[in-house]
């Protein structure tokens, strides 16, 4: 409008009359100014209309160029957005009517109006065409609002039949969805929900807002619906308007955000779960994150380790080792090594460390993970099957030299006993070199023995023992022989639990571990002896290989000498290893007590540190039963002329064992591998009383060989003798049923005993 007060008319009136009628009316009004252009044609109108604009019109259907509606419909057309007010001759109400449905503000016939009707007719018109094209605009936004947004826009009436329909959902149209049911457009099970929201809306008069899933074509979509009543006029509830926004998106951001979100705490678990140590820390060698790994393995909890440094939390001084990890992490992105770390109670441990570098989203690196895993009890299991390996390839090659040694020292040792028979009369300095020759035989062949004990063990007659009484005897002999300077005590408990033993082998071991002891307190000192019950049990058999579950009697030997560089630990045990002075010691003392010990089913541990001592600990299983003495050995008898089968493939073994026999009055047949053995023994079967054989033959072996004589005579008493007697071969020989064993090299009262043995059946 030009002003509040001016109203600017355009006249489409033909009949001169008329506009002067209409002028002297306008005048007569007072509130308001109008300016009136008249025109007599609608072509007129339309040229006016294009270059200028009006408050409103004023239109005559019957103009020259034009007439009836079709003049409306033209003039409207040309200009939607001003208000026309049709101004007849003609009192039709069917034209009035058809004139309003197209869109005219009012149907006034001349005559029947005044200026004041007239100007409010205007204002009313200009009023409520601005109202419309204010609702028109919004509307427009409206719909382009629509139209770029997922919002699907409905009405429904109380059946819940579509009525009204914007914007529908992708996969289908207003016409299919116009005047139907969701029943009858969509799947029953999503259908039956949208019926219980709506009509419960329906029931109470109040909107409600809800998620729901929807299948449109074997398509499911997810929508956020909003259900309002719709009302008339009289505010009576007519049906239900909704609001349905698909999000279908953000409901697979938020299901890939919830997702993510339990992944992270998967992960979160997992790491704490782990008994890996995970620790990330930032560029400033901070710890900014510290898993259940990490706490239990080095004992600060995450809220003692946040923040902190973490080479002081977790080193005792620098390391150039660290500093070359965190330079490789640095430039190449990732390190793995072993690094020894320290707990929270000041304690070592051997960790298998894993460095990553973490970088952000622009590859700047921004932390350091690192994954530490607890390898002590490994390395340490590895160090003993290191020693456990390269001690048995020792003993595999001591046994080797052990057995030849044997042979050789057999008819030395057996030929120095008998000289002294052959020569009875022969004079002081012949009987003294003959001694020494049976001594020093009787050293090289406990020098070999010790060599085999070392490498296989020692096999003894195994009885119940007391470890006590053993203890106190040896207890008895140190305070007579050790220097008065070093002391020694005992700790038995009179409760000590019975071990299965051979009760020399076991004193050898005990005075050896002594006999160290002393030559490691050179001016005074204390030597402990110590025993205990104790119960091994599976973890404490992971951690050591040599042991089992179960009742074990431990042994310990302390001192408070020079004790052992922890560089000379893992080779004591090895045969001729020795850190005494030359002369003084053969390195065979330690590598037999383990031979021994395990010959028991034992197992051996040592701790020492330089100038704080040594402690030798004998484990050896426990076993139930009472205590029994070794059997004295009877003295040896000589023969009654029985006949014995000899059978050695050694040519001086053979002339020294007929040489003693023959002196004992027994009878010899001889025999150099089993194949004669067994010709021999084929022909004279009835006159034989005993065979001595050796295992090792040439030809055919000795167990072969015995076998084929216990087929022949399942009676015959059969000697076995060997130079290497390893536990695989006394158990081949006492399974076909020979369980007296002659080891070489044997003195004449040996040989004497075993004959005895076999022939009166003593088993």
């Known amino acids: 409008m030009a002003g509040e007060n001016i109203i600017k008319v355009l006249l489409v009136e033909d009949n001169l009359g008329d506009v002067l009628l209409l002028q002297e009316l306008f005048k007569e009004v007072t509130t308001v100014v109008v300016?009136?252009?008249p025109v007599e044609q609608l072509y007129e109108a339309v040229n006016y209309l294009t270059n200028?604009?009006?408050?409103?019109?004023?239109l005559d259907l019957s103009l020259p160029d034009s007439q009836g509606l079709q003049t409306f419909v033209i003039a409207h057309n040309q200009a939607q957005a001003t208000p026309i007010i049709v101004l007849t001759g003609i009192d039709d109400e069917t034209l009035a009517i058809r004139a309003m449905q197209e869109g005219a503000q009012d149907y006034l016939v001349k005559g029947q109006v005044t200026g004041d009707l007239l100007v409010r007719s205007m204002r009313y018109a200009i009023e409520r065409q601005?109202?419309?094209?204010?609702?028109r605009q919004s509307e427009e936004r409206f719909r382009v609002a629509l139209k770029n947004s997922p919002i699907f826009v409905y009405n429904q009436d109380r059946d819940l039949r579509y009525t009204w329909v914007y914007n529908p959902p992708s996969g289908l149209t207003v016409e299919e969805i116009l005047g139907k049911q969701d029943l009858n457009i969509i799947p029953v099970e999503d259908a039956q929900h949208l019926i219980a929201i709506k009509r419960g809306v329906l029931t109470t008069g109040i909107g409600t807002r809800e998620e729901v899933s929807i299948t449109i074509k074997e398509t499911t979509r997810y929508y956020d619906l909003t259900v309002e009543p719709l009302r008339n006029e009289t505010q009576e509830i007519v049906g239900v308007t909704c609001a349905s926004i698909d999000i279908s998106e953000r409901q697979a951001a938020l299901r890939d955000r919830k997702l993510a979100e339990e992944k992270i705490r998967e992960q979160a678990a997992l790491l704490n779960v782990t008994t890996d140590a995970i620790c990330v820390r930032d560029l400033n060698?901070?710890?900014?994150?510290?898993?259940?790994?990490?706490?239990t393995l080095y004992g600060w909890q995450a809220t003692e380790a946040w923040g902190k440094n973490a080479s002081e939390l977790?080193?005792?001084?620098?390391?150039?080792?660290?500093?070359?990890?965190l330079l490789q992490v640095i430039s190449k992105g990732k390190w793995q090594g072993e690094l020894t770390k320290l707990t929270k109670m000041n304690k070592e441990i051997l960790v298998a460390s894993r460095w990553s570098l973490v970088c952000d989203e622009r590859g700047k690196p921004k932390s350091i993970l690192?994954?530490?895993t607890d390898i002590t009890e490994k390395k340490h299991l590895e160090a003993q099957l290191f020693r456990a390996q390269r001690l048995e390839s020792i003993g595999t090659l001591a046994s080797g030299i052990a057995h030849d040694l044997n042979n050789i020292l057999t008819p030395i040792l057996a030929g120095a006993q008998l000289l002294p028979l052959k020569f009875p009369n022969a004079d002081e300095r012949t009987r003294h070199l003959l001694e020494i020759l049976e001594i020093n035989a009787r050293r090289g062949a406990d020098l070999v023995k010790q060599v085999l004990s070392f490498a296989r063990g020692v096999e003894g007659k195994h009885i119940t023992l007391q470890l006590r009484h053993i203890i106190v005897e040896i207890a008895k002999i140190l305070k007579e022989t050790f220097p008065k300077s070093i002391e020694i005590s005992t700790d038995v408990p009179q409760n000590l639990w019975m071990v299965s033993g051979d009760s020399t082998q076991l004193h050898q071991v005990l005075m050896n571990f002594c006999v160290n002891a002393r030559d490691a307190m050179s001016n005074s000192g204390t030597l402990s002896i110590s025993a205990e019950n104790i119960l091994i049990d599976a973890n404490y058999a992971r951690m050591n290989l040599e042991a089992k579950e179960g009742p074990y009697i431990v042994i310990t030997v302390s001192d408070t000498g020079v004790g052992i560089p922890k560089e000379m630990l893992d080779r004591i045990f090895e045969p001729f290893f020795t850190t005494k002075d030359v002369g003084q010691g053969t390195g065979l003392g330690l590598s037999t007590v383990l031979?021994?010990?395990?010959?028991?089913?034992g197992f051996v541990n040592v701790y020492s540190e330089p100038e704080s001592g040594t402690s030798f600990k004998v484990y050896l299983p426990a076993v139930g039963g009472i205590e029994t003495l070794s059997p004295e050995n009877l003295p040896p008898q000589t023969g009654h002329g029985e006949l014995i089968l000899v059978v050695d493939d050694e040519a001086a073994i053979q002339e020294i064992t007929i040489t003693s026999l023959e002196a004992h009055n027994y009878k010899i047949l001889v025999a150099s591998d089993g194949i004669e053995a067994i010709a021999l023994y084929a022909q004279n079967r009835d006159k034989i009383s005993a065979v001595l054989m050796d295992i090792m033959l040439p030809s055919l072996d000795g167990l072969t060989a015995m076998r084929t004589l216990q087929k022949i005579n399942p009676q015959v008493k059969i000697i076995a003798s060997s130079g290497l007697m390893s536990d695989n071969k006394l158990s081949a020989v006492a399974a076909i049923g020979v369980n007296t064993f002659l080891s070489k090299p044997y003195t004449v009262n040996e040989l004497l005993l075993s004959l005895q043995k076999v022939l009166s059946g003593v088993k």
């Open 285 to 295: 060698n901070q710890i900014i994150f510290w898993n259940k790994g990490a706490e």
């Open 35 to 37: 300016e009136l252009m």
């Open 314 to 325: 977790l080193y005792d001084e620098p390391s150039p080792e660290i500093e070359a990890a």
């Open 370 to 372: 690192t994954v530490d």
């Open 595 to 601: 031979g021994i010990v395990k010959s028991h089913g």
């Open 130 to 135: 601005r109202a419309d094209n204010a609702l």
């Open 52 to 58: 200028e604009i009006f408050d409103v019109i004023l």
